[in-house]
Structure formats: C-alpha cells, structure tokens
C-alpha cells in the first residue's frame, strides 16, 4: 500500500513538473518577460538583486516599456534578444539541474553576447543612432559596472569588430 502511495505522489509530481516545465518552455519561445519571475526565480529564488528579477526580468520589462522609442528593426532585435535569452536558459542544463543563483546569473550573462549579436546587433543597433539612442535610455549605467556585464559588452562589440 504504501508503495502505490508514493507512485501516486511521484506521478503527481511529475504531472505538475512537466507542466510548469511545458508553460516556461512556451512563455521562453515566445519572450514572454513573465518567464523571469514564473520560472528561473520559483524554480530558483534569488531576490530582488538575483539574476531573474534584477537584470533579466527588469530588462526584459524596460525593453518593453521602451519599446516604440525604436524602429521597426530595433523592435524585432528585442523580441529576437528575448526569445533567445529566454530559451537558452530554459533549455540549459544549469536551469534544469540544481543550480545555485550565481550558476544562474554566469550562465545567463555568458548567452548575452550571443543572443545580441545572431539577433543582427552589429547591424541594427550599432548602425542606428535610433537604436543607440532608446539602448542608452532603457539601461542603466550601475548595472555596467560588474565583470559579467563588463565582458558581456567586451565580447559583443568586439565581435561586431571582427566581423
């Protein structure tokens, strides 16, 4: 009897895993800012100064509030951005593992310079005092002041260098 118990609890909590899995992996697809607050910091919990809610979620929800200060193409390289962040990190191994807040916060920021620059960064920001204009406005200058963001700029521009 008690073993038909626990394979009820576990199918039950596999049934609910698999869900909220499944709704992150949707809201991840489709850039949806609610994915940082929903997923990374329940399946996580790091505060307000964590990864989730401090820089992606808070970002993810500036970019949005700021989002007909850009063009038509700077609009497609947040949504672009968005979805590609998103999906990394709920495709990865540290996401889906026992990660710890800062696993969280490296493996995010080091996907950064990526996502900028297949979304067409190079080309649509860097090229655009539109887009540089509205990027300058929805960051802020402290949050430039730590290694992973420092490097994450680094990568991304000297990429745009190279190529």
Same mark, same amino acid.
């Given at each position: 009897?008690?073993?038909?118990?626990?394979?009820?609890? &576990?199918?039950?909590?596999?049934?609910? @895993?698999?869900?909220?899995?499944?709704? /992150? *992996?949707?809201?991840?697809?489709?850039?949806n800012?609610? &994915?940082?607050?929903?997923?990374?910091?329940?399946?996580? #919990? /790091?505060? #307000?100064?964590?990864?989730?809610?401090?820089?992606?979620?808070?970002?993810?929800?500036k &970019?949005?509030?700021?989002?007909?200060c850009? #063009?038509?193409?700077? *609009?497609?390289?947040?949504?672009?951005?968005?979805?590609?962040?998103? @999906?990394?990190?709920?495709?990865? @191994?540290?996401?889906?593992?026992?990660? @710890? /807040?800062?696993?969280?916060?490296?493996?995010?920021?080091?996907?950064?310079?990526?996502?900028?620059?297949?979304a067409?960064?190079?080309?649509?920001? !860097?090229?655009? #005092?539109?887009?540089?204009?509205? !990027?300058? %406005?929805?960051?802020?200058?402290?949050?430039?002041?730590? %290694? !992973?963001?420092?490097?994450?700029v680094?990568?991304?521009?000297?990429?745009?260098?190279?190529?």
């Amino acid at each position: 009897m008690a073993s038909l118990a626990m394979l009820f609890l &576990f199918s039950l909590y596999s049934i609910s @895993t698999c869900t909220a899995t499944d709704s /992150c *992996q949707e809201m991840a697809a489709s850039g949806n800012c609610a &994915f940082y607050s929903e997923c990374v910091e329940k399946r996580v #919990p /790091c505060g #307000p100064n964590g990864y989730a809610l401090g820089y992606g979620g808070k970002y993810c929800i500036k &970019f949005g509030e700021n989002i007909d200060c850009f #063009p038509a193409n700077g *609009q497609q390289w947040i949504n672009k951005v968005r979805i590609c962040l998103e @999906t990394a990190l709920v495709n990865s @191994t540290v996401y889906r593992n026992n990660a @710890t /807040c800062e696993d969280i916060k490296d493996y995010a920021f080091k996907t950064h310079p990526q996502c900028y620059l297949d979304a067409g960064f190079c080309s649509v920001i !860097l090229d655009s #005092p539109t887009n540089l204009y509205c !990027l300058y %406005k929805v960051f802020d200058v402290k949050d430039f002041f730590s %290694k !992973l963001a420092i490097n994450q700029v680094y990568q991304t521009l000297k990429s745009c260098a190279s190529g």
